[in-house]
């Protein structure tokens, strides 16, 4: 089966070509970061235009590198929640549009459970051996932890009271005077010969005893504070930013990255004692981090779990998790109608 997904939730323009939910034909991603670089941040209304603008000719170019034509495709799969309000209808008016005209069925699929497919995206590991398991997004618009007994069966354990990793990795880069987005900025300049993640201690928040929750803004302020000094009176830094020398500047990225990835691990440890669980599935921008992936893989291997990280380049928004998962949708012979609704928010 023959799947075309469509995602446009944030600042990703992307079309693909899955074939029974595994097998990616083509993904093709037209990312804006160039456009919402000069803001620091995605502008909502700038990325809904450069979606109307891209969407055919990444959905052509989607379906021609595929080496198929529209009318092989057997089912149109759009990401319609959650996201940008205006950014979704985008990829949902095309794909009611397409679903339509070549008389196949449309297949709306949530975002944030996507991210979770896109560790099977190209394997062929059979889903009694994934479930139960626990999925855990970390992402520009996401932290959260779920007991998963099937890729449409979740049950939320924990998710952020305040901002994403992603977009606490994003502020710290500003902070540090990095360019957007600043996750991979941050992690290369973590990495950098010298850099001593152990130079700053900045807070990994706990919320309590039991809490699954994240929290990431007292540790971007803890940074904030590390660059600039605690503010004064009229509340005036007493350092810019100019006065952050080079190695300073790595330390501080690795601490903070260290500070990140002890939170997020802290939390699963928790989650784990839970219940039993087969693998750890993981998707969203952030697990596209050096050290996130490697710590995961230290902390699966001494639990004895499975851990299911996704190909860097499905790491990031993309429309072959949209499509995989829609497989998995209408295997168990769902499907959506043209009254298939956007929505900004996670719950239907
Ligand atoms: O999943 P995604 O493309 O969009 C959302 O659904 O939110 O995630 C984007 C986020 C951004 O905050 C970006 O800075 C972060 O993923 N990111 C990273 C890395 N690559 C992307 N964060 C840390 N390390 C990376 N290597
Ligand atoms: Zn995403």
Redesign the pocket.
Known sequence: MLVLGIES??D?TAAAVVRDGREVLTNIVASQHEIHAEFGGVVPELASRAHAERITGVLQEAVEQAGVTLDQIDAVAVGHRPGLIGALLVGVSSAKALSWSLGVPLVGVD?IRA?LWAGLLGSDLALDNVYPALGLVV????SSIFRMTGPNDLELLGSTIDD?I??A??KA?AILGLGH????A??RLAREPGADDRAVDLPVSRLGKESLDFSFSGLKTALLYAVRGVPGPGGIFPRTIDELDPSRKRDLAASFQRAACRAVLFKLERASQTGAFRTLLVG???S???K?RNDLKVWTDRIGMNLILPEMSY???NAAMIAGLAFDRLQQGQADGLELRASPSATP
């Open positions: 939730s944030c990703e975002h991210h992402s520009g618009g996401h994403a992603g977009e990795y994003d880069a987005p600043g996750g991979p941050i992690d969203g921008g952030v596209a981090n050096s996130l790491c990031v928004d």
